[in-house]
């Protein structure tokens, strides 16, 4: 999902509660959608035809997402694309220096809708082309700088046709993923780094909050994908750190650094759950063999911040603040140990908290500042969605994500085998007409 557009969404009822592997929700339970599947397959030239459309989800951004793949398509092939743009001097390409592939830079940010209709290539790289190629990097979650750069490069010699593949990609998802039927919704795209909150009223999604987030290490400790129900809200939470943290990160570094464990607000916790004054290589041992816990007290250094959003899950995943905000400012965001770190969370905690009146900001901000937990249980739960688009339209325009984690993939290779499988059923009972 996420719905980038506030446009009409109609109700479905999502798969609640549940974790959901992420092969099992990027094909979106494809076992149980065959047929769905087999109408609409994007490896399939069908995906145009009547039966591919009366499988199409009536949403707009599905509509928005099938008019930029009619695009993408025609231009693969184009000639802009039949050689890559030179190498940038210097290894990266700045306002006001000289650029031999001007024009086919100027060539295809036109093309691409990026610079406007008429635009005639510079001698230099600066003017209207610069702000075309910000334009490029914000479609492509790129820092707008308007230097043409490592990453930079590498996306803009990215052809249509693999466009092409990440929007079917994109509308296979949008096809069989479900959607929300509750008056509000938080969804989180991954590899957009980027969480909205929706409210849903007459059949139209207005975005409430918007933010960037920081998700799960793509090499170590990736994000599930899955959707569950936001159920709690915890105010300057305690942080329990993860046996598998505590084992391989805070054990080497408390035996390494003793001082590191009241620097950090530590405290060791015993199995009946009452926290053990004093530290000692005893504990540290008694922590190694899962007889005790280490846990970091509310406070400035704790690395939930001042507020964690609870929506219960297998993986424990959750919504929460950080002390370490200066890494929101990273183009790439995943530095997690798979939960997710909220940029505005005064913000995210007044839309989560809007159906109980009787917490005003003013209250929240103190419930936060408090440097005491407090836990409280939501009225009205609502749905939390953790999904993987590498393609949406926001505004009109397309915006093209990395695969960080390889879905995209994983999801290519299940709708490859599914339409071979499809194939070679049509194929054998067609054989079998034949001999009747």
């Known amino acids: 999902m996420p719905i980038p557009s506030p446009d009409s969404m109609p109700p479905n009822r999502p798969i609640r509660g549940r974790h959901v592997p992420a092969i099992c929700f990027a094909i979106g339970l494809?076992?149980?959608?065959?047929?769905?599947?087999?109408?609409?397959?994007?490896?399939?030239?069908?995906?145009?035809?009547?039966?591919?459309?009366?499988?199409?989800?009536?949403?707009p951004q599905y509509a928005e997402l099938h008019q930029a793949l009619t695009r993408y398509r025609e231009l693969a092939g184009n000639p802009?694309?039949?050689?890559?743009?030179?190498?940038?001097?210097?290894?990266?390409?700045?306002?006001?220096?000289?650029?031999?592939?001007?024009?086919?830079?100027?060539?295809?940010l036109l093309l691409l809708g990026d610079l406007p209709a008429g635009t005639l290539p510079p001698s230099r790289y600066e003017g209207a082309v610069v702000d075309g190629l910000k334009a490029f990097q914000e479609r492509h979650g790129l820092a707008l700088d308007g230097v043409i750069g490592?990453?930079?490069?590498?996306?803009?010699n990215v052809a249509p046709e693999a466009r092409v593949r990440q929007l079917e990609l994109a509308l296979e998802r949008l096809r069989l993923t479900p959607l929300p039927d509750a008056p509000r919704a938080i969804v989180v795209?991954?590899?957009?780094?980027?969480?909205?909150?929706?409210?849903?009223?007459?059949?139209?999604?207005?975005v409430k909050a918007a933010m960037n987030v920081i998700v799960g290490n793509a090499r170590k400790t990736r994000t599930p994908l899955f959707d569950a129900e936001m159920q709690f809200v915890e105010f300057s939470p305690y942080w329990n750190v993860p046996p598998s943290i505590a084992r391989g990160e805070t054990l080497p570094k408390l035996r390494r650094e003793p001082g590191y464990f009241d620097q950090q607000g530590f405290e060791f916790v015993g199995s009946d759950g009452r926290p053990v004054s004093g530290f000692s290589e005893a504990h540290l041992d008694a922590v190694q063999r899962g007889q005790m816990r280490i846990r970091q007290r509310p406070g400035a250094r704790n690395a939930l911040g001042d507020i964690k959003f609870v929506f219960p899950n297998p993986d424990n995943i959750y919504l929460h603040h950080t002390p370490t905000p200066q890494l929101f400012k990273k183009d790439r965001r995943d530095f997690s140990h798979g939960c997710i770190r909220v940029e505005e969370p005064l913000e995210l905690a007044k839309f989560v908290?809007?159906?109980?009146?009787?917490?005003?900001?003013e209250r929240i901000v103190q419930a936060m500042t408090k440097g005491r937990s407090a836990t409280l249980r939501l009225r009205e739960p609502f749905p939390v969605i953790i999904a993987y688009f590498t393609a949406v339209v926001r505004d009109g325009r397309v915006h093209f994500f990395p695969d960080i984690y390889g879905h995209d993939k994983i999801l290519e290779d299940a709708l490859r085998q599914r339409s071979a499988a499809i194939s070679t059923s049509h194929a054998g009972n067609n054989g079998a007409e034949s001999n009747n």
């Open 80 to 108: 802009a694309w039949q050689q890559k743009l030179p190498p940038p001097p210097g290894d990266k390409l700045t306002p006001g220096q000289p650029y031999a592939g001007i024009a086919l830079l100027v060539q295809r």
């Open 353 to 361: 908290l809007a159906d109980e009146p009787e917490w005003s900001e």
């Open 189 to 206: 795209n991954v590899p957009e780094f980027r969480l909205r909150a929706y409210e849903i009223r007459d059949g139209r999604l207005e």
């Open 150 to 156: 490592k990453g930079t490069f590498e996306q803009l």
């Open 30 to 59: 494809l076992a149980s959608c065959c047929v769905a599947t087999a109408a609409a397959d994007p490896t399939d030239a069908s995906v145009d035809g009547t039966v591919a459309q009366s499988a199409a989800p009536p949403l």
